[in-house]
């Protein structure tokens, strides 16, 4: 069951993570019994095959830098960027990554978070929106909307689902500054990241973007070539 929840069969997203079957309440409290645990140790528990081992070391990095001086935070972030290739499915970056990058970053340059935005690596991808998640927390929603542009356009649907999200927690604080971005790119956006975004919105409103929104359909043109139009409202 978890294999197909998380998508790891051949040639999907998480090709052959190994699940355990622990579930996430006891994965916390394992990770707050062993948050002494060197840093040296965590991070090859995150390097572990196993799913559930990584999460608990992601689980344990949060605990330490909570906890830890501004020269240790840095160093755990640090440690959080030289492994994103380990932190390989959407709960391991959902659960982690405004904890640590975001909080980091939110009075810092944020520069590292455009790079990971354009990261042919997926969950580079995903740590860049979702870290954006502590900067809205806090009503700042300027970069996140600046990577949700460079997003926009992304093709992988993980990608539209965190971008959709992320705009949706705008509109939750500011619906002006989600609405505007709607605005500019409904027509072109993912329809799954367009159905995230504007999911809370009164049916009557979120009816007038879907159908507002353009759809790219293959007509056959009549001498036999092929030819794109876009329709509005199918």
Same mark, same amino acid.
């Given at each position: 069951?978890?294999?197909?929840?998380?998508?790891?069969?051949?040639?999907?997203?998480?090709?052959?993570?190994?699940?355990?079957?622990?579930?996430?309440?006891?994965?916390?409290?394992?990770?707050?019994?062993?948050?002494?645990?060197?840093?040296?140790?965590?991070?090859?528990?995150?390097?572990?095959?196993?799913?559930?081992?990584?999460?608990?070391?992601?689980?344990?990095?949060?605990?330490?830098?909570?906890?830890?001086?501004?020269?240790?935070?840095?160093?755990?972030?640090?440690?959080?960027?030289? %492994?994103?290739?380990?932190? %390989? %499915?959407?709960?391991?970056?959902?659960?982690?990554?405004?904890?640590?990058?975001?909080?980091?970053?939110?009075?810092?340059?944020?520069?590292?978070?455009?790079?990971?935005?354009?990261?042919?690596?997926?969950?580079?991808?995903?740590?860049?929106?979702?870290?954006?998640?502590?900067?809205?927390? %806090?009503?700042?929603?300027?970069?996140?909307?600046?990577?949700?542009?460079?997003?926009?356009?992304?093709?992988?649907?993980?990608?539209?689902?965190?971008?959709?999200?992320?705009?949706?927690?705008?509109?939750?604080?500011?619906?002006?500054?989600?609405?505007?971005?709607?605005?500019?790119?409904?027509?072109?956006?993912?329809?799954?990241?367009?159905?995230?975004?504007?999911?809370?919105?009164?049916?009557?409103?979120?009816?007038?973007?879907?159908?507002?929104?353009?759809?790219?359909?293959?007509?056959?043109?009549?001498?036999?070539?092929?030819?794109?139009?876009?329709?509005?409202?199918?």
């Amino acid at each position: 069951m978890l294999r197909r929840f998380f998508k790891t069969g051949p040639g999907e997203y998480a090709e052959g993570d190994i699940f355990l079957g622990v579930t996430v309440p006891a994965l916390r409290k394992l990770a707050k019994q062993f948050q002494g645990l060197k840093l040296r140790s965590v991070v090859e528990l995150l390097r572990s095959p196993i799913h559930e081992e990584r999460l608990t070391a992601l689980l344990i990095l949060i605990l330490k830098y909570r906890k830890s001086d501004a020269d240790h935070k840095s160093r755990i972030y640090r440690i959080y960027l030289e %492994n994103t290739r380990y932190i %390989n %499915n959407w709960d391991l970056v959902d659960v982690t990554a405004k904890h640590i990058i975001g909080d980091f970053l939110r009075d810092k340059d944020k520069s590292i978070l455009y790079e990971l935005a354009r990261s042919p690596l997926l969950w580079d991808r995903r740590i860049a929106i979702l870290s954006t998640f502590h900067f809205i927390e %806090n009503d700042q929603f300027k970069d996140t909307l600046k990577i949700a542009r460079l997003l926009v356009s992304d093709r992988h649907d993980l990608i539209h689902k965190a971008v959709g999200w992320m705009l949706r927690e705008i509109g939750k604080r500011d619906l002006e500054a989600e609405e505007k971005f709607l605005k500019r790119h409904h027509r072109t956006m993912p329809r799954t990241m367009l159905r995230y975004a504007i999911e809370k919105f009164p049916e009557s409103r979120r009816q007038m973007y879907l159908n507002k929104q353009y759809t790219q359909t293959l007509h056959i043109a009549a001498k036999g070539g092929l030819r794109w139009r876009s329709t509005e409202g199918m």
